[in-house]
């Protein structure tokens, strides 16, 4: 597939098959995020990863019991609520692999690198017929330091990008894309 074909047809995946991921498949996907540019060529990144269904879903029902306790004080909206409470909703989708891309430190540029990292991996996946989810209602509780401390995170490292892994059930439907709103300047 080339480029702009998995530009195209990358898709949030919600939905995976028993199919696991092997591990070297992960870590061609993290090779291809490390590609990625970063400001002043700081490689800001790390990632720590989970082939682990099960252990995945109990963290996917343990970051959920936190957003229902806590969700005030965090940044998503009150509508959250209501996707958190869906019956059978679980954060991790039941996903085979997850892969935390981590900021190894608050420096300037640090986020939007790991990003960069992040959108590398979900296109290098899609590329090879490999789903994935950028699951950003994870982060908060991924944040805790008591969290970290569980999952062996280091504690000065920031969660970037909790991505969820796995061979689609099928593929969503595309969503309609706004046309882009362009300023020329000059």
Sequence with gaps: MDLMEAIRNRRAVREYSEAPVERSTVEGLIQAATLAPS???????A???????KRIGQWSDQATAWLLA???ETEFSAGALEILQRPG????????????VLAKSGGAQASEDCCLAAQNLMLAARSQGIGTCW????RPWLELPATKQKLGIPKNYHVVAPIIVGVPKEWPEPHGRMPPEIHWLG
């Design 47 to 53: 990632f720590a990863v989970s082939l682990d269904r």
């Design 89 to 100: 909703y679980t954060i991790f989708y039941h996903a085979p692999a997850l892969v935390l």
């Design 135 to 138: 699951v950003g209602f994870a």
């Design 39 to 45: 400001a002043m060529n700081q490689q800001p990144w």
């Design 70 to 72: 806590n969700l005030p």
